[in-house]
């Protein structure tokens, strides 16, 4: 079965400091990925998608950089945090071709 | 302009009752996907109502699209308190990477 993992669970940088938030998938090949950030008590945000091994897709103008350096991997890097960088950041996978989305447990980022 | 809109935004009812949330939507889509999450979690997937489907069921879920209304409803009966989570609709097209996420409805189920 398919399993998707995201470390770390919880995180405390400060303004300036860079960013790293890593996803990996496992039982599966070629997946769809991406990466969304949740504010308090609002929707998701998308903020890029992957379809393969270094094919990023951005979907807002942001402080932020994806990269997928293997197939089921998929990290989220910033070179200086943001007060507004905060937030719950969830991975997610999907097959190709479907909509199913699935989800990994999410990392909370607080920036000071 | 955002698609997948939940309607109400937090609801609380008994143990036992029914809950309905509901969706709108403003372009067509290929297909309607319900998912929940509990706090702090990730979201998990319930069901996916696709375009050309009117209703579905999944146990105590009950899925409704009307494409000519734009809007889905999701219905879970007989309640339990371990059904408190948000509720979050997402409105698909084939491929997934235009998937868009509503803010989603707090459900409490008080025991």
């Known amino acids: 079965s398919q399993t998707i993992h995201q470390w770390p669970a919880t995180l405390v940088q400060p303004v300036g400091s860079p960013l790293s938030l890593e996803c990996t998938v496992e039982g599966t090949s070629n997946p769809n990925l991406y990466w969304y950030r949740q504010a308090a008590g609002r929707g998701l945000q998308l903020l890029f998608y992957?379809?393969?091994?270094?094919?990023i897709s951005s979907e807002v103008p942001q402080n932020l950089s994806a990269s997928r350096p293997q197939d089921r991997q998929f990290i989220l890097s910033s070179k200086k945090l943001l007060l507004s960088d905060s937030g719950f950041y969830l991975c997610?996978?999907?097959?190709?071709?479907?909509?199913?989305?699935?989800f990994g447990p999410g990392t909370r980022l607080t920036v000071l | 302009s955002q698609q997948g809109e939940e309607d109400p935004q937090a609801l609380s009812i008994q143990e036992g009752e029914n809950a309905t949330m509901n969706c709108s939507y403003k372009?067509?889509?290929?297909?309607l996907q319900w998912y929940r999450q509990n706090s702090g979690r990730g979201l998990v997937h319930l069901i996916l109502i696709r375009s050309n489907e009117r209703e579905k069921h999944s146990g105590r879920l009950r899925v409704t699209l009307d494409t000519s209304k734009k809007s889905s409803s999701l219905l879970i009966t007989a309640s339990r308190a371990a059904d408190t989570a948000s509720y979050f609709c997402?409105?698909?097209?084939?491929?997934?990477?235009?998937?868009?996420f509503g803010a989603g409805t707090r459900l409490f189920v008080k025991a």
């Open positions: 992957s379809v393969g091994i270094g094919q």
């Open positions: 372009t067509s889509i290929n297909n």
């Open positions: 997610a996978w999907s097959l190709v071709d479907t909509d199913t989305q699935y």
């Open positions: 997402a409105c698909g097209r084939t491929g997934g990477f235009k998937t868009i």
